[in-house]
């Protein structure tokens, strides 16, 4: 049986709002989370280790069994898929929403609207089923510009308290998603029956009901 058991985490937000959930389940990480440069921490469990990870890449590593768990974003996995896994649990972290902002009574557009964002597929969807035609454009980060700078005529992005658009001029408009974060699970590691894993799934699945 495989020895150690690694959490893939989702670094910023996700990440701080994963520690309290961990440690209420008893595994906390005892390097200096906040400071180190190290991407596999140890933690309290000598059979447990937590890797920092971008969000994109958190399935990759649970759908190759490189981690057991996941921890990750709504958006994530309906962005880039959810096969490979199980998802185990929504744990009501890190809540927030996939929403269409832009320029507050912009003018409006002719022909077909400009649209840039990371979430492409979700996008695309989601215009689609309104029979919208749109232009996608994949940017990486600080959506907020496109408008700003011409670029799109509207963003499609992750919105929590709504001060990065409102810090940038833009307002919201529709809301596309309800996001939160899911514990996602390796196929095989499930079947290897691990008695410590399933009560560590088990238990934060549990927290957050
Ligand atoms: C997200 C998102 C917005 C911001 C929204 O970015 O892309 O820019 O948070 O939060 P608010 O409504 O509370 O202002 P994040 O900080 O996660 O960085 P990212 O650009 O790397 O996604």
Known sequence: MKKNIVVALTKGRILKES??????????????????????LKTNHQDIKLAILRGADVP???????????????????EYGSEGFYEAADLGIASCR????????????????????????????????????IELVKLYGALELAPLMNLADLIVDLVDTGDTLSANGLVPFEEILAISSRLIVNKASIRQNNSFLLKFIDSLAKLSE
């Not at 990759?60 to 490189?66: D, I, N």
């Open 19 to 40: 520690l309290p959930l961990l440690a209420d389940a008893g595994v906390e990480p005892v390097e200096p989370i906040d400071t180190t440069r190290k991407l596999l």
């Open 98 to 133: 996939l929403m269409t902002a832009g320029i507050p009574n912009s003018s409006p557009h002719v022909g077909t609207v400009r649209v840039a964002t990371k979430f492409v597929n979700i996008t695309r969807e989601h215009f689609a089923r309104k029979g919208k035609q």
């Open 60 to 78: 990759t590593y649970v759908r190759y069994g490189s981690a057991d768990l996941g921890i990750v974003g709504r958006d994530i996995l309906l």
